[in-house]
């Protein structure tokens, strides 16, 4: 079986400061994990996608996440927030054709 | 077209009513996805088609929601006699490809609130 825990319901940053959202996964064989953002009353918009290659990850907007599978952790930073970051972030996992995603984390950027 | 469209966006329906609800795949994509997203949680798997072959339906909830992808392109989900618990964002996702290596693209959902 396989799981997400995203740490943190509710993330709050300054504009500019780091960005840090946690997810830990359960999984039984090598995952795929993905991250997703979701703007209010949009569907879920693809960030970075972690498929076995290299641990760091990078992807839009600047955003990136580093596989740690001793720590069973897939962690998205990125260096300095931006107010147009404020949006709902999920953390997924696959190892087959379904997704199991976290309950989500809501990122709020203080100006 | 360009994404992954759904119909309608907004729909509310009295307790008992049946509702379809429709997901218009990006041309060419062999796989397509339900999720329900209940407020606050995350998405949660329903069903998934590989063109018109329905291959997993394990996380539909009740025998009341029912799909469908007759010609391996546009899918309707229904659900009939709708319940409050019913009350959710369903989301639907599309593949060009099968398997894990594959992001999704997801439409915008449609919100569905039973009354």
């Known amino acids: 079986a396989q799981s997400v825990t995203q740490l943190g319901s509710h993330v709050s940053v300054s504009e500019g400061a780091l960005v840090l959202l946690r997810c830990n996964y359960s999984s039984s064989v090598p995952p795929y994990l993905f991250w997703y953002v979701q703007y209010p009353n949009q569907g879920l918009q693809l960030l970075l996608k972690?498929?076995?290659?290299?641990?760091l990850v990078k992807g839009i907007n600047g955003f990136e996440a580093e596989f740690k599978k001793s720590e069973t952790s897939f962690h998205l930073t990125k260096p300095s927030a931006h107010m147009s970051d404020a949006a709902e972030y999920f953390c997924?996992?696959?190892?087959?054709?379904?997704?199991?995603f976290g309950t989500g984390t809501s990122l709020t950027v203080i100006p | 077209g360009a994404g992954v469209s759904q119909s309608p966006r907004y729909k509310v329906a009295k307790r008992g009513q049946d509702v379809a609800l429709r997901c218009d795949p990006i041309s060419g994509h062999v796989s397509l996805f339900w999720y329900q997203q209940a407020l606050g949680q995350g998405p949660e798997f329903l069903t998934y088609f590989q063109n018109e072959a329905q291959l997993d339906k394990s996380g539909l909830p009740s025998d009341r929601f029912f799909a469908e992808r007759p010609e391996g392109s546009v899918s309707t989900l229904k659900i009939q006699r709708t319940q409050q618990e019913d009350s959710a964002v369903y989301l639907c996702?599309?593949?060009?490809?099968?398997?894990?290596?594959?992001?999704?693209?997801f439409g915008s959902g449609t919100r569905l609130t039973v009354v």
């Open positions: 996702a599309s593949s060009f490809r099968v398997g894990p290596n594959y992001g999704y693209t």
């Open positions: 972690y498929t076995s290659a290299a641990t």
């Open positions: 997924a996992v696959t190892t087959g054709n379904q997704f199991y």
